[in-house]
């Protein structure tokens, strides 16, 4: 078993940046995906390949990883990104996905 | 577009079964490796199983570990979970999600309900 840690809670004032970590052994090594989750609704991904953007998603939404913590950016944070936000790596050796507990984002 | 709608969900006992359905559209199913996810309420994500796109490879959640067997029927384009033994952790809501190749998940359907009655 793989264990990702989150924060439980981060807040951040509209216009700010909001950087959402997710710890991991050794997960600079890997592949790290992010997902917004709105209540009510399905998860969206946000993030994959730890630094790409799906398409219509934006721009000040972006990812990094480096030793044993990952990590989503979210610059000039707006009210409409207040939501749940997970990390997500997949083990491509078992076949495996694991989640983070998840962080929610208050936007104050 | 991208289409994935789960149904199946329901009420169910202590012990029983059910079978989970995702009627998938808008992409080419048959090459597309899929998988279930849940989320308990008020908790976060859990993955509960992968299946390949030939059918051929999947993998499972400890949790759910010889109950549950994830499905497909290519020429029909859709995606099922057969959970047996349920019990009231298994109380979540169902997502089907479409892999991206990379193992992230790219399209989620809404979700299926699925609760316990005493």
């Known amino acids: 078993s793989y264990v990702l840690t989150q924060p439980p809670s981060v807040s951040v004032a509209p216009g700010k940046t909001a950087r959402i970590t997710c710890g991991g052994d050794?997960?600079?090594?890997?592949?790290v995906h992010w997902y917004q989750q709105k209540p009510g609704q399905a998860p969206v991904q946000v993030i994959y390949?730890?630094?790409d953007r799906p398409s219509g998603i934006s721009e000040r939404f972006s990812g990094s990883n480096s030793g044993n913590t990952a990590a989503l950016t979210i610059s000039r944070v707006e009210a409409g990104d207040e939501a749940d936000y997970y990390c997500?790596?997949?083990?491509?050796?078992?076949?495996?996905?694991?989640f983070g507990g998840g962080t929610k984002l208050t936007v104050l | 577009q991208v289409q994935l709608v789960e149904s199946g969900g329901g009420v169910v006992q202590t012990g029983r079964s059910l079978r989970l359905s995702c009627a998938a559209s808008?992409?080419?199913?048959?090459?597309?490796?899929m998988h279930w996810v849940r989320q308990a309420p008020g908790k976060g994500l859990e993955w509960v199983a992968f299946?390949?796109?030939?059918?051929?490879?999947?993998t499972y959640a400890d949790s759910v570990k010889g109950r549950f067997t994830i499905s497909r029927d290519n020429s029909r384009n859709t995606l099922y979970l057969q959970m047996n033994s349920l019990g009231a952790d298994d109380t979540a809501i169902y997502y089907c999600?479409?892999?991206?190749?990379?193992?992230?998940?790219?399209?989620w359907g809404q979700g299926t309900l699925v609760t316990f009655s005493s």
């Open positions: 999600a479409r892999d991206r190749e990379d193992g992230s998940f790219d399209f």
């Open positions: 390949s730890t630094t």
């Open positions: 997500q790596v997949w083990d491509s050796l078992i076949y495996h996905c694991f």
């Open positions: 050794n997960i600079g090594r890997k592949s």
């Open positions: 299946l390949s796109n030939d059918g051929t490879t999947d």
């Open positions: 808008g992409f080419t199913f048959a090459v597309s490796p």
